[in-house]
């Protein structure tokens, strides 16, 4: 499947979880692909979670606002992988909780 299903996969599964999940639509450029993600916030505060994979062995799973950025910028032309109006959205953290840190390191 492309990014839209497991979006919107990962959006069912979150809904029925119980975790608050805001719908993010790539800001694309004429002839950039489309993509979706989500912010979340399970009571730690909001990250960025792609459940679509990468072919770089990136792991998009509570993504702070900067590491999306770092992650834009080291892939991409524009740096428009994680492109969208943050007005619209709320303040990510500015670093991953010691929790997300350890979930990290079992990856």
Do not use: Q
């Amino acid at each position: 499947g492309d990014c839209f299903t497991y979006y919107s996969m990962s959006h069912l599964l979150l809904d029925k979880i119980g975790v608050t999940a805001l719908s993010i639509e790539r800001a694309s450029f004429e002839g950039e692909a489309r993509h979706y993600w989500h912010m979340v916030n399970y009571g730690e505060g909001w990250y960025h979670f792609d459940a679509c994979p990468h072919k770089s062995n990136f792991t998009a799973f509570m993504l702070t606002t900067e590491e999306a950025d770092a992650f834009s910028k080291r892939i991409g032309k524009n740096e428009y992988y994680y492109r969208y109006d943050r007005e619209k959205y709320p303040e990510s953290e500015a670093e991953p909780t010691e929790e997300i840190l350890a979930l990290r390191r079992k990856e």
